[in-house]
């Protein structure tokens, strides 16, 4: 069987626009974790979002990185426009 690649992430600690040219560091593991729930159906997405709102940093594999990226840019989560673009960013690595 081949094994997933993985990657880990910290969402404590994302660079997030806050004002015209001004980033900060922002802790978004409970509003992304929530905004994740809340437009999933899958379980194992599902799971994804409550290892994000509950853990300091979250290993996940690229076939989700993949699902939450289609999510971030598509659905009408309840996050800010600059949130989800600084989210993008962390989990396309840039």
Known sequence: MKKEKTKVYDFRKVSMEVEFDIF??????HAFGNAIHQNTDDIGIDEVARKIFKEDT?????????????????????????????????????
């Open 58 to 94: 979250v290993e996940i594999s690229d076939e989700d990185v993949k699902v939450l990226l289609l999510m971030l840019r598509t659905c009408k989560m309840k996050l800010v426009i600059a949130a989800k673009q600084a989210l993008i960013k962390v989990l396309e690595g840039k």
């Open 24 to 29: 900060h560091e922002v802790d978004l593991r």
